[in-house]
């Protein structure tokens, strides 16, 4: 899908060039967060997620961080790749629910 | 293991109408969730099923319901269609062994619903 449009952040970064993409989450209480990509025409994709116990867990070329001090979670792509071009959402967890974030758009050039 | 699926993928219909869509989750998956998701308010959370029964519930009128089966697939149904329930619909699906515990959510590629 589109997903979110008109006002999307956008992060654009040069082929090869680390990203990083942050997110502002709403509630302390929040023990669990989780980064989506979502392609166009398609659904959100899981990437990486963080128990609240942590504050630092690495994937395959990702990095999440979470400052709860700040209530803030940052997504970190390394060397990043045309097929990394995706809207990205966070979401947090506080009940049974989750809770998305608006989105950045990352737009990768060569 | 086959992904989340959903359908139709497509689906046009006018105001008045109602309409149902499925999700089939990952198997062995319990729990289903139901997103709406619109340019303008992003991912936002209908509801969610476990065991056949509706556990967490989103801020949206009665004319959005569902049910899931014994089988822990699902539908979403949404009556009396308004112009602004174009959307594209997400259904999700986890694993939940444990009630309250966190899992992470799996999605399908979503039904896109134009009302005209």
């Known amino acids: 899908g589109e997903s979110v449009g008109l006002h999307l952040p956008t992060l654009s970064v040069q082929e090869g060039d680390n990203s990083i993409i942050n997110c502002a989450y709403s509630?302390?209480?929040?023990?669990?967060f989780i980064w989506y990509k979502q392609e166009s025409g398609k659904g959100p994709q899981f990437i990486i997620d963080?128990?609240?116990?942590?504050d630092k867990r690495q994937g395959q070329r990702v990095t999440v961080l979470l400052n709860k001090t700040v209530k803030h979670l940052s997504l970190q792509i390394a060397a990043t790749q045309p097929g990394d071009s995706a809207v990205y959402f966070c979401?947090?967890?506080?009940?049974?629910?989750?809770?998305f974030g608006t989105g950045t758009r990352l737009q990768v050039f060569p | 293991k086959a992904g989340v699926t959903q359908t139709p993928r497509y689906l046009i219909k006018t105001r008045g109408q109602q309409v149902t869509l499925s999700c089939s989750p990952i198997?062995?998956?319990?729990?289903v969730s139901w997103y709406q998701q619109t340019p303008g308010q992003g991912l936002q959370f209908l509801f969610e099923?476990?065991?056949?029964?509706?556990?967490n519930k989103g801020n949206f009128p009665g004319r959005f319901s569902g049910r899931q089966f014994s089988n822990s697939r699902s539908e979403m149904n949404v009556s009396t269609l308004e112009l602004g329930d174009s959307a594209l619909y997400l259904c999700?699906?986890?694993?939940?062994?444990?009630?309250?515990?966190?899992?992470?959510?799996?999605f399908g590629p979503g039904t896109r619903l134009l009302v005209l």
């Open positions: 999700a699906s986890s694993l939940d062994p444990i009630a309250g515990t966190r899992e992470t959510q799996y």
């Open positions: 509630n302390s209480a929040s023990d669990y």
């Open positions: 963080i128990r609240s116990n942590m």
């Open positions: 979401a947090e967890a506080n009940t049974d629910k989750l809770i």
């Open positions: 198997s062995g998956h319990r729990s």
């Open positions: 099923y476990f065991s056949e029964t509706q556990r």
